[in-house]
């Protein structure tokens, strides 16, 4: 009888120090949090290390030590590597714990922790491709049609030099899971801009300078323009890209040259007639009468195109101080109504 009650007396003591020790947990979770949002990484540390003291098993807890480990890394400086280590071995311990069922807040630590080694195994001191591929296919099989996910699986490949790969990655973002997403739409034809191939379209090797792919990447830039046809900056986005590849575009002959400004100014046209006092657009059909007047032979032609620009250039000058003036008035009158 004896033995029992005091059994009874020391299980009834457990049930208030295990309640102090969750309590001291969730208020070393919240100034853990405080100091992270302050950047003050260390403290931070400190606190989420109590709270693992308290509860071993806190997922939330164990996530932001492993990214407060991973701000205070800095590469290429030895004495932090330290801090990468621990990072990893606790987002490492994220995806190895176990959550309860209702706990909300466990998929996007694990989305995170997946996404944060991805990144981690993609750069030095780590770099190793099948490591990061491997958190990489993780992460996107758990939501293949997330954006986010794709565009990183796409940079992985592409940091990698697998161009190929990379190119298949942002289409099935572009043409299969958002079609109608002008950010996936934009994200590829960024890509087919950057300098990766050859003059035949072939992978340049790793390092290697190569060219964007100019024809695919204005091809995309117009089915973005489509997405939406009233925004007049997807057609003046076209016609940048045009100028950029008369003005700067190699080895090209007059010929080619007089198509991209021909077409180039087209396409700023279609984004003056929806936007007139569109500051950008006029700048560029300014720059592109002025590549059409280098490629005339005709002087007249010539001075007239050159004249035209010259007018455009004044106008934006004049409607950028307007629109600037404007600015200015809306902030201070909305200063004056809040001091009100």
Aim: charged share 30%; with cysteine.
């Amino acid at each position: 009888m004896r033995h029992a009650i005091r059994t009874l007396a020391v299980l009834l003591l457990a049930i208030p120090l295990a309640n102090c020790a969750k309590v001291q947990a969730q208020t070393a979770l919240r100034e853990g949090h405080r100091l992270y949002k302050e950047e003050s990484f260390r403290k931070a540390i400190e606190q989420y290390q109590t709270v693992l003291e308290k509860e071993p098993g806190n997922v939330e807890a164990t996530f932001y030590l492993g990214s407060s480990f991973h701000q205070l890394f800095r590469p290429g400086k030895d004495d932090t590597k330290v801090n990468l280590e621990s990072a990893i071995k606790n987002y490492k311990a994220v995806l190895e714990g176990q959550a309860a069922p209702d706990d909300q807040k466990y998929p996007t630590l694990k989305r995170n922790a997946l996404s944060a080694l991805v990144g981690i195994y993609a750069d030095d001191p780590y770099r190793d491709f099948t490591t990061a591929m491997k958190y990489a296919t993780e992460l996107t099989s758990s939501d293949p049609r997330n954006l986010q996910n794709l565009f990183a699986m796409a940079n992985l490949y592409e940091k990698f030099g697998k161009v190929n790969e990379a190119e298949d990655a942002y289409k099935k973002a572009a043409n299969e899971v958002a079609p109608t997403d002008p950010k996936a739409c934009g994200a590829l034809a960024g890509f087919y801009n950057k300098t990766l191939w050859d003059e035949k379209g072939v992978p340049v090797a790793e390092g290697k300078q190569g060219r964007g792919r100019f024809d695919d990447a204005v091809a995309q830039l117009k089915k973005c323009a489509d997405l939406d046809p009233k925004d007049p900056k997807g057609y003046y986005t076209v016609a940048t890209f045009y100028w950029d590849q008369c003005y700067r575009g190699p080895l090209l002959d007059d010929a080619r040259k007089k198509v991209l400004a021909d077409e180039g100014m087209e396409y700023v046209n279609k984004a003056l007639a929806i936007k007139t006092d569109f500051v950008e657009a006029l700048i560029y059909k300014g720059l592109l009468l002025r590549e059409q007047a280098k490629l005339t032979k005709n002087p007249a032609t010539r001075n007239s195109l050159l004249d035209e620009a010259q007018v455009l250039q004044k106008q934006a000058i004049e409607l950028k101080k307007q629109q600037e003036a404007e600015l200015a008035e809306k902030a201070k009158q909305a200063a004056a109504s809040t001091s009100n």
